[in-house]
Nanobody, 119 residues
């Protein structure tokens, strides 16, 4: 059974840094794209950063230059380094992984980790 487990969210002051991690557990799969999304209260979930299996990276405009996504293929893990955090970064952050299992493509989400940036 595939599971995504996020960690690293907590309360930080404005200007602080956090590193989120997401580990994919299970067996017999290939990880394709991995993303970080976030959802603030009263807002829709939005894509923050994504990294493909070949290493192509994209960021939402508001986090460019502050956030860095990376992946550790050996450990089936994706990280999000967040620097110079702002109150508007406060949200629940969700990890997404697109997996190939057999001949099927399946999408999996983590349970979310809360990031709160105090002003």
């Amino acid at each position: 059974q595939v599971q995504l487990v996020e960690s690293g969210g907590r309360l930080v002051p404005t200007g602080g840094s956090l590193r989120l991690s997401c580990a994919v557990s299970g067996s017999d799969f290939t990880i394709n794209n991995m993303h970080w999304h976030r959802q603030a209260p009263g807002k829709q979930r939005e894509l923050v950063a994504g990294i493909s299996s070949s290493g192509y990276i994209s960021y939402e405009d508001s986090v460019k230059g502050r956030f860095t996504i990376s992946r550790d293929n050996a450990n089936n893990t994706v990280h999000l380094q967040m620097n110079n955090l702002k109150p508007e970064d406060t949200a629940v952050y969700y990890c997404y992984a697109g997996l190939t299992i057999g001949t099927s493509y399946r999408a999996y989400w983590g349970q979310g980790t809360q990031v709160t940036v105090s002003s």
